[in-house]
């Protein structure tokens, strides 16, 4: 069954952690006045920076506030959610008590009568071989079944450490091959015609990369388009322009809506 909705807004990348307060208080605001605006809202996947079980934001101030911004908004508003590759631990428990309904990846879904496909876009990074073992093993359920059962600070420093080694291994890559490395971490064109062929579709929405941007796009004998979302970071303007925006979806089209304030 597709997800329909007469007009939608689209979100990935968001990253949210107690250390990064001005993203943060951006995404309450963005539940608080902007979400309410539309008919539906898709978050396509790293919604947090990490996610090690649901069991482990119980007695945390910082995700109680997010849980409670995000049951608030699902009175208003229909919320769909897609696993990324930080919090693709996130849980039913967490999900009942937001009122988020879950989504396969990739999924199909129809905004004013036009269909998309929407994937968090991890799976599509293909040239990454790496990353796509990690990826497929991590999602096999006795893997995670095991994961979940350890004590919850083994699971916080597993996932810190694998954060800074994938950070480190970044940020040298970036360094030494540049070029190389942001093909390498970049969707594939096989991978994206694979998905819209199994998916029946020619338009397609993701996050992950971090590369907003709208492309008119062709494989073989496919073509399509593709939008890819903006990941959101108002609390480093050390490293990189402030970054936060939504893909709007509604009887106008589809346009990017920019949600830092000027």
Known sequence: MIVSAASAL????????????????????FCEKDAPKVEAVFILGDLFEYWVGDDTVLHSPFHQEVK??????STKVK??????????LLGSDFLKKTGMTLMNDPAKIAVD?????????DSLCTAD???????????????????????AHWRRSIANHLRSKSTAQYQKAER????????????TLPAIAAALVTQS???????????????????????WQRWVLSDWDLDHPETAKPRASALLIDAQGVRYLDLIRH
């Open 176 to 187: 030494l091959t540049p070029v190389t490395n942001r093909m390498k971490t970049n969707v």
């Open 79 to 88: 919320i769909y959610y897609l696993h990324g590759n930080r919090d693709f």
């Open 68 to 73: 409670r911004a995000l049951a608030s908004l």
């Open 10 to 29: 689209l979100i990935s990348d968001i990253h949210l952690t107690p250390s990064m307060p001005l993203t943060a208080q951006r995404f309450f605001d």
């Open 113 to 121: 009568g036009t269909e998309y496909v929407v994937s968090h876009g």
């Open 129 to 151: 071989v790496a990353y796509q073992v990690f990826r497929k093993w991590t999602r096999k359920p006795w893997i995670q079944k095991l994961f979940l059962s350890l004590p």
């Open 201 to 223: 579709g020619d338009r397609l929405i993701h996050g992950h990369t971090h590369l907003p941007a709208h492309h008119q796009e062709q494989y073989a004998e496919q073509s």
